[in-house]
């Protein structure tokens, strides 16, 4: 997952990931992408647009 | 690696509430916070209720309390407004506080009661180790562990402490809200001792507000279900501030966002050696958003559990099930309310929300019945009545 520059680490994404995958820590964001179905509710809840798949 | 009775994963007020009450009853207890400053940046409107605090037995205190609320104002997709003022029962009306403060002052006072915190402080997992939970910690780049025998998830709407723990914790996407604010001045409100709540398109899904934190100064933000739309909350934020007659003139401070879960209380929130506890627990009211008061009151439930187990040296979950009981018998009746409540503002076009306002706009509620308010309804818009019915 690409995180854009204007991430704000809310967390939400994390909090919607069915798979538990994203860490959030105080200004980045630690995707297992290994671990991820591309199932895009991360990219689809962001606030502000930041996420985009690789 | 460090042992304690109770470790609290996040320091916003549900877990420094439950902090202090498990301190107070005698446990040894952690905090671990991963943010550098407890409180900020803020995700929400900053609304708490009166009657919450009174529940809870904090002393609004003015260094955080900025604002007294004394009413409602709804608007709906038209302009046409409905008051409400506090002689009806209103879920949030009380105060609008500075987060920034209020949270710190709620970490002081579970620090002043014995518990101790660790600020910068990451959890990165969790795994089960007999009659405990041990917590891989990482704190400016160091490494350790903390065991416990109570570990209490108040990590927020990002909550990975439960779904680690195997409690089914999860929250789905149509049940989190995506939020977006901006703290203002120069905010030109028609009474700048009301909330305002904004309808309709404005934010598909949930809706719009204006909280005054006094002066010419408000937060100004939104919430939107993100399946409901193609823009983003930052967007429609936008298009709010540049339509609303309030903020023509105002000026933007500060931009927040965050996810708020609407969809009641998760499945799970209590097992073996663990409780988890506000937003984490989907403990917020689905209608309004807030959940700052509930959030407390289940942190406060479960410091107080926590301390009694720890007492008894039983951590089982049918002990710790009396959290979540009392959680129930304090706000299931409430939650189920609001949740239906949420549904059927959800279901509503733009026109039955005029309709609504319509009916409503001139109604002194304190004095009408809700037989008289359904007449009223069914004159403007049986076709909005028909959806209330089908909810009920």
């Known amino acids: ?54 | 690696m460090i042992e304690t009775d109770v470790l609290i994963v996040g320091a916003g007020p549900a877990g420094s509430i439950a902090a202090k009450h498990a301190a107070m009853g005698g446990a040894k207890v952690i905090i671990i916070e991963k943010k550098s400053e407890i409180g900020a940046p803020k995700r929400c409107a900053e609304g708490i209720s009166d009657n919450g605090m009174k529940f809870l037995g904090i002393d609004i205190d003015p260094r955080w309390a900025l604002k007294e609320i004394e009413g409602i104002r709804l608007i709906a997709p038209d302009g046409t407004d409905v008051w409400l003022n506090d002689e009806i029962e209103l879920p949030e009306a009380g105060y609008v506080v500075e987060r920034k403060v209020f949270d710190k002052y709620m970490a002081m006072d579970a620090g002043r009661a014995g518990a101790e915190i660790k600020i910068k402080t990451l959890a990165k997992s969790v795994r089960k180790e007999g009659n405990s939970y041990v917590v891989l910690c990482e704190s400016m780049g160091e490494l350790f562990e903390i065991k416990a025998k109570i570990l209490i998830g108040a990590d927020g709407p990002e909550s990975h402490i439960g779904r680690w723990a195997g409690l089914k914790s999860g929250t789905k996407a149509k049940d989190m809200e995506s939020g977006a604010q901006f703290e203002m001045a120069n905010v030109q409100m028609e009474n700048n001792s009301v909330l305002e709540f904004y309808f309709g398109k404005v934010a598909p899904g949930g809706y719009a507000w204006i909280f005054p934190k006094g002066r010419d100064i408000a937060n100004v933000g939104l919430a939107v279900i993100a399946k409901d739309t193609d823009k983003t909350a930052y967007e429609h934020l936008v298009d709010f501030v540049a339509n609303c007659p309030a903020t023509q003139n105002a000026i933007p401070v500060e931009l927040n966002i965050g996810g708020d879960p609407v969809g009641g209380v998760v499945k799970e929130i209590y097992g073996d050696n663990i409780m988890i506890v506000g937003d984490a627990a989907g403990q917020v009211n689905p209608l309004t958003g807030g959940g700052i008061i509930s959030g407390m009151i289940a942190g406060m439930f479960a410091g107080e559990t926590a301390a009694d187990a720890i007492k008894n040296g039983d951590y089982s979950a049918k002990v710790l099930s009396k959290y979540a009981d009392r959680f129930d018998d304090h706000y299931g009746e409430k939650m189920d309310k609001y949740i239906k409540s949420r549904h059927y503002l959800a279901s509503l076009s733009d026109d039955e929300l005029d309709s609504i306002a319509h009916a409503f706009q001139d109604v002194e509620f304190e004095e009408v019945s809700t037989t008289e308010l359904i007449k009223n309804l069914i004159k403007v818009s049986p076709k909005a009545l028909l959806k209330l019915g089908k909810l009920i």
């Open chain 1, 1 to 54: 997952m690409i995180v854009k520059d204007w991430c704000m680490y809310c967390g939400e994404c994390a909090g919607v990931c069915p798979r538990n995958l994203i860490e959030v820590k105080e200004s980045s964001l630690v995707f297992k992408d290994d671990e991820c179905r591309e199932c895009d509710t991360c990219v689809i809840v962001c606030p502000v647009n930041a996420l985009e798949k690789k």
